[in-house]
């Protein structure tokens, strides 16, 4: 070990030059204490810490700029409504989409997703028709496809995986069919880390003519996003898992899709005109966009992305990876250990479980230490069913993180295989 | 600050390692399932009764070390016991789980199962330790569905 270089070493010896110990004092809870021991938050997957300039941001627009969007003559509503618009140009700059009408604010990935499976279910699926996603989806990206389906008799098609946790490609070539209306895949799976290879699978479902919804909630804080170099239709993302607030999310849609679609909840602001007689829908984005929306959500994403891009999608991703490889080899050498989801294209998740000790009991043992890992089925059953585990330990990493903590780990369960000896 | 010993004691390992009455009862009298959705966790109880008396009691699942012991140390715990009898066992565990009842200071039936009082420092497990107690209940209960911890 003594031949790994301290990334917190201030001549900057990590490989993506990132100044991480200025990083960690930008995020004001990883200065606490758990149970005496540092805070090692591992759990990034599940939700992100968030920087004190989020923090600020929001107080920020509570204490100057508080008011209804979209509706007032009065200067403050006036500034709330630039704050709110101004977050939309930031999330299609950083996604590149083609306009900011492509953009539509959601409460999460989650609510994204829902959005599309009501409305273009509504629109294009039929009894008998199919759709396709895959066996490493967050249950997310299940259900919502799965109560269309009940809905309307259609049918759910799964891309299998193999023992690596990596989509088999000609498995998905061979789903796709006449009756395929749409095909819904993450970018990068929660459970194993694995980044699909979302391009070829586009590609190929265009040339069926079918569209393609990627659940990007955990590959938009890791990687860089480009939906028009990637060509999906649809793109989910989550605030809270990319150092924003939680409750706020975005759905990017192509222009030509969202505009056949028909809204799926009513309410203010997505209407042009309303009379008993006949109600006209807003334009896009509004027409998805019922209701007051999370105002300070849209505010607090938009700091964060700024955020994130002062630092670089690029260093981040090559950090996050410098520490996924440490700590696959450090972790994947511990007697015992079995990692779950060796993908050859990953982003910085190690799921792995330990002997035939329960994730649960693992996950108790480390949080003594003050290491918080995800343990359990990651809300990705069919995943865990498919490894033929109950669950794994999940750490997932952020750029915030430190091999020191992954060492950190590491002696966590050396205590684990104690006291489970 | 919480004591890992104090959840993992070695009683508790050795039933995670060999669970007692770990096996189906053919024709049983009352099979009932639990199941915790946020983990996972599963088992299906199975009794039979003599009169009013359980007369055998038995389990399969899956868990992990605390949902799995308790289940042991259950079955052990209540067998020979009336409906009634084990009915008091539930609330006691249930409370001393939940930290409303310390088996050093308060007259209860416990005995070895007073080993899960260290439960009650870990709020995230108690649903693993009463798990199959709630299962137990219902049974008595003779609730038909499974049941849940949530």
Known sequence: ?421 | MADLSELYQQVILDHNRKPRNFRVIENADRKQEGFNPLCGDQLVLYLEFEGDVIKDVAFQGSGCAISKAAASMMTAAVKGKTREEANVLFDEFHRMIKGELDPENLPNHLGRLSIFSGVREFPARVKCASLSWHTLRAALAGSPASVSTE
């Open chain 1, 1 to 421: 070990m003594s031949s790994v270089p301290k990334i917190t070493d201030p001549t900057g010896t990590n490989s993506a030059g990132l100044d991480v110990s200025k990083i960690r004092s930008d995020f004001p809870i990883l200065n606490r204490e758990v149970y005496g021991h540092p805070l090692v938050y591992f759990d990034n997957a599940a939700t992100s810490q968030k920087p004190k300039v989020v923090l600020d941001a929001i107080e920020n627009y509570y204490t100057q700029a508080n008011a209804n969007v979209h509706r007032g003559v009065h200067f403050l509503s006036q500034l709330a409504t630039n704050e709110y618009e101004g977050a939309r140009a930031v999330v299609k700059k950083f996604l590149n989409a083609a306009d900011t009408s492509e953009i539509i604010f959601t409460r999460g990935a989650t609510e994204s997703i829902n959005l599309v499976a009501q409305s273009f279910g509504q629109r294009f699926v039929r009894e008998g028709d199919e759709i396709i996603i895959s066996t490493m989806e967050h249950h997310s990206n299940i259900v919502p496809w799965q109560l269309l389906c009940e809905r309307t008799g259609a049918i759910l098609k799964v891309i299998p995986i193999n023992d690596d946790g990596e989509l088999i490609l000609e498995e998905y070539e061979k789903l796709l069919s006449p009756r395929t209306k749409i095909v819904a895949v993450g970018h990068v799976s929660n459970a194993l880390g694995t980044v699909n290879p979302v391009k070829h699978i586009i590609e190929t479902a265009h040339a069926h003519g079918v569209p393609v919804l990627l659940d990007g909630a955990q590959a938009a804080p890791h990687l860089k996003v480009d939906v028009r170099d990637i060509g999906c239709d649809f793109y989910a993302i989550s605030s809270h898992k990319m150092c924003g607030p939680t409750g706020f999310g975005v759905l990017y849609g192509k222009t030509e899709w969202l505009e056949q679609l028909p809204p799926w909840q009513g309410g203010g602001d997505m209407i042009a005109t309303v009379s008993f007689e006949k109600t006209t829908y807003n334009v896009l984005p509004y027409k998805f966009e019922a209701g007051t929306p999370h105002i300070e959500g849209a505010v607090g994403l938009a700091t964060a992305i700024n955020y994130l891009e002062g630092i670089g999608m690029d260093r981040i991703a090559a950090y996050e990876h410098e520490l996924l490889d440490y700590a696959t080899e450090l972790i994947g050498s511990i007697r015992g250990v079995r990692l779950i989801g060796t993908a050859r294209e990953k982003a910085a998740v190690l799921s792995f479980t330990v002997n035939d000790v329960h994730p649960h009991d693992i996950g108790t043992i480390l949080d003594q230490e003050g290491i918080a890992v995800r343990a359990g089925h990651h809300c990705a059953q069919p995943v865990m069913t498919r490894f033929g585990v109950p669950g794994t330990v999940r750490a997932s990493f952020a750029f915030y993180n430190t091999k020191e903590e992954i060492d950190a780990l590491s002696s966590g369960l050396e205590r684990v295989l104690e006291v489970f000896s």
